[in-house]
């Protein structure tokens, strides 16, 4: 079987799609042809009064009626699978070329049976051929084309000399054409060149389009290996510095613990800051590693997971911040039917980790945070994580999923952070699907403190 896929392929998905939508376009395109030809020649007859003889309309009846049926026959080869999105075998390409053959000699036929030379149904062939043009390598477009012009200068070569029969269009032409030699040269001359040219215009576009198309595919996977090396490269380096600073932990651990001698108060407390700051240093440095990786992910590993146990974990991961704030935790299930819900484990446990941190981080001695899971009036899983802390300034709200985006509030008390915690969590719920919207103040708002809350919908397993 003929290879018509072209050489310099580098997307075969995007090739595929595109041929697999010109080919169910053809089909659907065809079914109004016929009914628009029938139409057509019930126009002429009983509007334009141009007759046609029996055998006409016989043969228009017969070549309709087939292009119908052939067209029903690849409707459902179209969706039986028969074709396939492959190279080798029986593929979207040779589907369409087997239509525009099939074309071609209907439109052979309808030209034959409407005055040949004088037909204005030539221009069909044309038309045709520029379709073709934008799918079929130039060599098979350039064959056909070949053949076509053949065909016209033959049959025009055979009426004349009297070789077959001529079926004129109607009685609207007073002074028959396809016996003036004259005519004929022009005819077949001009439409030579009209089907040629507009071949090679066709063509050379389709393709200069195509190969851009092509080019743009390879950029972006070249930019996609780029940005995994660099992100590489990122955790690399970024690994290396938490080593120091884990390293001056230690050191200042061992002095708070008394271990190089009894300090003053003043000293204590400097360095009990200095320890609290390394800590955020860490915080910001597995988040910079987290986000890293999550980059690097190419598809989601789904499980059954037990939402209610995973935020229950997520808050006992955070116990001495908890504990730090003096904050209040409390879950609320209110699904009827308590379902596992499908996510990436490791992706959400980012989520939760960002989104408690911060509803602990944001918040205010003493405060409160709230989980509420449900389900929306799609029957979608619902997670809703209030808390009453400093909440979003309403001049913020527009740019808080933007990457390394702090509000001006976070800002201005000092509290650490690198703006990209927000801008993962939308990423990893719409890779799930899923959404993200949050409101400030929240329904936990007490006075003086706006508070936030944050709301996942997931669809349902």
Not at 210 to 227: C, H, I, V, Y
């Amino acid at each position: 079987m003929l290879n018509f896929v072209p050489s310099h392929t580098i997307d075969f998905e995007q090739l595929w799609t595109l041929i697999s939508t010109r080919n169910r376009w053809f089909i659907t395109v065809r079914y109004y042809v016929v009914v628009s030809f029938a139409i057509f020649v019930l126009v002429m007859q009983h509007i334009f009064k141009v007759s046609f003889n029996s055998e006409q309309l016989w043969a228009f009846t017969i070549i309709a009626a087939a292009l119908f049926v052939v067209n029903v026959i690849y409707n459902y080869i179209f969706f039986s699978g028969v074709v396939k999105n492959d190279s080798e075998g029986f593929n979207q390409l040779h589907f369409a070329f087997n239509q525009i053959v099939v074309d071609l000699l209907a439109i052979a036929l309808i030209t034959y049976y409407t005055g040949g030379v004088e037909s204005p149904f030539y221009l069909f062939f044309v038309f045709h051929m520029i379709i073709g043009s934008m799918i079929l390598p130039n060599y098979v477009v350039y064959s056909l084309s070949g053949i076509v012009i053949s065909y016209i200068g033959l049959l025009s070569y055979f009426e004349f000399n009297g070789h077959f029969l001529h079926y004129s269009f109607g009685n609207l032409l007073a002074v028959p054409l396809y016996t003036n030699p004259r005519y004929i040269i022009i005819f077949v001359t001009a439409f030579t060149i009209m089907m040629l040219v507009s071949v090679f215009l066709a063509n050379n576009i389709s393709r200069a389009h195509f190969l851009r198309s092509q080019q743009l595919k390879l950029t972006l996977n070249r930019l996609k290996d780029a940005e995994k090396t660099k992100m590489k490269y990122t955790m690399g380096i970024v690994h290396e510095i938490k080593s120091p600073i884990v390293g001056a932990q230690s050191n200042l651990d061992l002095v708070l613990n008394g271990f190089t001698g009894d300090i003053n108060s003043a000293a204590d407390e400097k360095i009990k800051r200095a320890r609290i700051r390394t800590d955020e240093a860490i915080a910001i440095i597995n988040d910079v590693l987290k986000i890293s990786k999550l980059k690097l992910l190419e598809s989601l590993n789904k499980e059954d997971v037990d939402i209610v146990k995973f935020v229950e974990n997520t808050f006992s991961k955070k116990d001495s911040q908890i504990l730090s704030m003096q904050v209040s935790t409390k879950i609320i299930d209110k699904r009827k039917d308590k379902q596992p819900v499908k996510i990436d484990p490791a992706l959400f446990e980012l989520v939760f980790s960002n989104l408690i941190g911060n509803a602990i981080k944001y918040n205010t001695q003493g405060g409160n945070i709230e989980v509420i899971i449900g389900n929306n009036e799609h029957e979608e899983v619902e997670i809703v994580i209030a808390d009453d802390g400093m909440g979003i300034p309403d001049e913020d709200k527009h740019k808080m999923f933007q990457d390394f985006y702090r509000s001006s509030n976070a800002k201005k008390k000092g509290i650490e952070g690198t703006g990209l915690g927000l801008s993962v969590v939308k990423e990893i719920i719409e890779q799930h699907d899923g959404t993200i919207t949050f409101e400030s103040p929240s329904r936990l708002t007490k006075e003086g403190r706006r508070g936030t809350e944050f709301v996942l919908t997931l669809p349902s397993v």
